[in-house]
């Protein structure tokens, strides 16, 4: 059964607290397929990382915030932890808060990134401190709906995501697609 997830005023703070991130940017991500169309080719996709968590869902790389720790603070920790991967604290941008628990509200925060720090993100993450027992993979999803059915709309629908991860990319998708 799915959780009721309850939307709150973003940074609204819980008895406890977690903060994710949402990493995202744009490419051309079918420019070398030569038998699609010159506009499908052409197309920038939004894509956005997940992380395969430990308990088989899919989610945004993050978690906990501690106790005297500021909520980017905790996001940027949690992505070095998961990813091995530094970021800038002061290009998170919070996007949406939700009550995830009856005494946790989550933190989604939004940093956009480049082609070339998704190959980072990639080649770092078998160093990653919590590597292989926190998180075991990372995919970046392509934002983009197909005629045949497939897409971003049937990976919502069919695989298992951690709470309000279908909300948050839909807002990611609002905001950058």
Known sequence: MKRKV???IPGSLGK???????????????RGFESLPVEARNKEILQVALNLRWDSRFGFPGGLVEEGESLKHGAVR???????????ESK??????????DD??????????????KRL?????????HFGFEISGLIFLQC???ESGK????????????????IEIKKLMEKYA
């Open 6 to 8: 309850i939307e709150h």
């Open 16 to 30: 406890r607290n977690a903060a994710f991130v949402g990493f995202h940017f744009k490419s051309e991500a079918w």
């Open 78 to 88: 949690e992505v070095r932890e998961e990813l091995n991967f530094s970021i800038d």
């Open 92 to 101: 998170l941008e919070l996007l949406c808060t939700h009550q995830v628990k």
């Open 104 to 117: 946790l509200n989550a933190h989604f925060f939004t940093y956009e990134i480049t082609e070339e720090e």
């Open 121 to 129: 993100m990639y080649k770092n993450l078998l160093d990653a401190p």
């Open 144 to 146: 983009v709906n197909h």
């Open 151 to 166: 897409g971003v709309d049937s990976f919502l629908e069919n695989t298992s995501l951690a709470p309000a991860v279908d």
